[in-house]
């Protein structure tokens, strides 16, 4: 079965910090990975996604970029936070048949404050 | 352009009691997908459902029910005899080709009173 991790679970850092969130995949290959944001309105905004390594698509223009570095690994990043960058983190995956079918699958979540 | 809307912010009801949560989309393609996910208080989004545009057969797991109606472009979701458990927030989604992208609705947060 699959599984996906993210961390760290929670985070607190100051404004100006760099900034690095993990997420991962188990039992699956070339899976589609997404980044979303979770403000305290409860939307969620779609940040990025990777249909393979070293692919990525932004879907809005902001202070954070993202790697896929393998092929089950994605990673959220900025070199200096911003306060409006607090929120609550998630992670996805889903298998890569294209055509809208596909379930995204989520991760626990990091919860970044910055003060 | 996509788009879904989740008119009911916040929905609070006794337990037992039957609860409706609504959800109507907008696309223009004629095959898509809707999805509906609970998000109870840890944060974790735990898929519950999804359907196809081409199937509009009503679905029964347990408590839950979901009712997909082309016509009027809703895909509505409905617990019966709610319990303490079943409070959470509530998405409905929508995904088209080719990118599966989804495009979720602001979500509606349900709280089962005992």
């Known amino acids: 079965s699959q599984t996906i991790h993210q961390w760290p679970a929670t985070l607190v850092q100051p404004v100006g910090s760099p900034l690095s969130l993990e997420c991962t995949v188990e039992?699956?290959?070339?899976?589609?990975l997404y980044w979303y944001r979770q403000a305290a309105g409860r939307g969620l905004q779609l940040l990025f996604y990777?249909?393979?390594?070293?692919?990525i698509s932004s879907e809005v223009p902001q202070n954070l970029s993202a790697s896929r570095p393998q092929d089950r690994q994605f990673i959220l990043s900025s070199k200096k936070l911003l306060l409006s960058d607090s929120g609550f983190y998630l992670c996805?995956?889903?298998?890569?048949?294209?055509?809208?079918?596909?379930?995204?699958?989520f991760g626990p979540g990091t919860r970044l404050t910055v003060l | 352009a996509q788009k879904v809307t989740q008119a009911q912010t916040e929905i609070s009801v006794v337990e037992k009691e039957d609860v409706t949560l609504d959800c109507v989309y907008e696309?223009?393609?004629?095959?898509?997908?809707l999805f509906w996910y609970k998000q109870p208080p840890s944060g974790e989004l735990v898929f519950l459902i999804r359907?196809?545009?081409?199937?509009?057969q009503n679905e029964i797991s347990g408590r839950y029910s979901w009712n997909f109606q082309k016509s009027t472009s809703s895909f509505n979701f409905t617990i019966t005899a709610s319990q303490v458990v079943d409070s959470a927030v509530y998405f409905c989604?929508?995904?088209?080709?080719?990118?599966?992208?989804?495009?979720f609705g602001t979500g509606t947060s349900l709280t089962v009173i005992p």
């Open positions: 359907r196809n545009s081409f199937d509009e």
């Open positions: 989604a929508l995904s088209v080709g080719p990118g599966n992208q989804f495009y």
């Open positions: 039992g699956t290959s070339n899976p589609n």
């Open positions: 996805a995956w889903s298998w890569a048949s294209g055509g809208g079918a596909d379930t995204q699958y």
């Open positions: 990777s249909v393979g390594i070293g692919q």
């Open positions: 696309t223009r393609d004629t095959t898509y997908y």
